[in-house]
């Protein structure tokens, strides 16, 4: 066979192949990744949630997102990030994924899952409304975005030392009702419950969230029950992931190997 057809013929493999893969993973891919450890005040210091973002964008990176990074963000920085998340999912298109990751402290007072920026000055259970941001507002970015694909990760449900001043905080956090088309929403351990920092350099859901995303072929679900079973083995069965989901079709962080 002359070589020019023969290269003709390689040519023509190579882009069958590349377009069998390519519906697979070819979507817009944008996350907000924010990680707040310093506190300060009441709340002090948790030593991993920057460490668990900073592993998480790497992560999320290497999987096709475009990651926004915001680390020890007060509450205009996270507003800020939040809104440029939003316009850059928005600007990516109906087909888009959307990928909100948070860890630090969380709370619920009598209403939304609330997530405290650093340098948050609480000292009445009102404060709360003022001082923290309410995850609603990722949701709504992501339900006016329209993307199909919306997911919410919080290792946020350590243990809160304001709980003991805030009558009606509820220990952990309550499963989020405001959920827009396509979402699934993760929690680090189950509704009401606390999650542990661990003892290494990331908390163990974030450690084993990173660790499994980056397989080849596991669907989101698949993902987040091996990633339950990670953690329950770490934590000597004390901490239990929690998920919920509103998805009709499978995603794939990495799809599998052709």
């Known amino acids: 066979m002359p070589r020019t057809r023969l290269a003709s013929l390689i040519g023509i493999l190579v882009l069958g192949i590349a377009a069998a893969i390519a519906p697979a993973s070819a979507e817009p891919r944008v996350a907000l990744v924010i990680g707040n450890s310093n506190y300060g005040g009441d709340l002090g210091i948790l030593p991993n949630p920057v460490n668990d973002a900073a592993l998480m964008a ?3 990176q290497a999987v096709g997102f475009s990651v926004i990074e915001a680390e020890d963000a007060d509450q205009n920085a996270m507003k800020r990030a939040i809104s440029d998340f939003g316009e850059k999912l928005a600007n990516a298109g109906a087909g888009a994924t959307g990928l909100f990751f948070y860890a630090g402290h969380g709370l619920q007072v009598s209403g939304p899952t609330s997530l405290l920026p650093v340098h948050a000055n609480l000292k009445r259970e009102p404060d709360v409304d003022i001082e923290a941001v309410p995850v609603d507002l990722v949701l709504r970015e992501m339900d006016y975005a329209g993307s199909t694909v919306n997911i919410v990760i919080l290792d946020a449900c350590r243990n809160n030392p304001l709980s003991r001043g805030f009558r009606s905080m509820t220990r952990g956090l309550a499963e989020i009702d405001t959920k827009p088309k396509g979402s699934f929403i993760a929690y680090s351990t189950a509704p009401g419950e606390v999650a542990t920092d661990g003892n290494g350099k990331n908390s163990p859901y974030t450690a084993a969230l990173a660790e499994t995303i ?15 079973g990670k953690v329950l083995t770490a934590t000597d069965e004390k901490q239990t992931p929690w998920d919920s989901s509103s998805l009709t079709a499978p995603f794939f962080f990495v799809p599998a190997a052709v």
């Open 58 to 60: 790497k992560t999320l």
């Open 214 to 228: 980056a397989k080849p072929g596991l669907d989101l679900n698949n993902v987040f029950q091996e990633v339950r």
